[in-house]
Every structure is written in C-alpha cells, then in structure tokens.
C-alpha cells in the first residue's frame, strides 16, 4: 500500500524557519497509479469542498484545521510503498519526478 507525504514549500509558509512543513494524509492508495496519487492530493488540498467526495471532504478538513489550503507549483508529494519513498515536485501541468 502507499502513504502520501504533501510537502508544501512556500516562502509565505509560518510554520518552519526555511518555509517547509509536512503533511501526511491518512489514507493509503492501493489502486492508483503515482502520478494518480498526486492529481488526488492536488485535488484533495485544492478543489472547493462542494466538488470532493466524503472521503476527499475529510481528509481536506484535517489539514485546513493544520492551515493547509492549497498545493501549488513547487510543492512535493512524497509516495512511500513498501519502505520505498519517491517524490514528485508540482509543476505548472503536471508532475515531475525528483
């Protein structure tokens, strides 16, 4: 199964002197694909909470209450499956794989 790691890296961030803080999301994705895992995260810190499923809409909660709003260019989405981290920077279509 694979964990999901959002790394956000704003420079307006308040929570850490070099502007990183991190959030888990407590669920594992079992059937999605990587790049699949990311678009869920992108949409899950992003799409007002009219547009998300109830699982979607309680994940979105738990960090809003944690001040994380939105995922935005630069920010990283680290997937951990098996012991095994790979990490995958937003860019303005899409990801890249650090």
Request: with cysteine.
């Amino acid at each position: 199964m694979k964990t999901v790691t959002y790394i956000g890296t704003s420079e307006y961030n308040m929570f850490n002197k070099n502007g990183e803080i991190s959030y888990v999301l407590p669920v594992e994705f079992k059937d999605l694909t990587d790049v699949g895992i990311c678009e869920q995260a992108f949409t899950i810190f992003n799409a007002p909470l009219e547009m998300l499923d109830d699982w979607q809409v309680k994940l979105s909660d738990k960090a809003r209450q944690k001040m994380l709003t939105s995922m935005s260019v630069g920010d990283t989405v680290q997937i951990t499956n098996e012991g095994r981290s790979v990490s995958y920077v937003c860019e303005i279509m899409g990801w890249r794989k650090l």
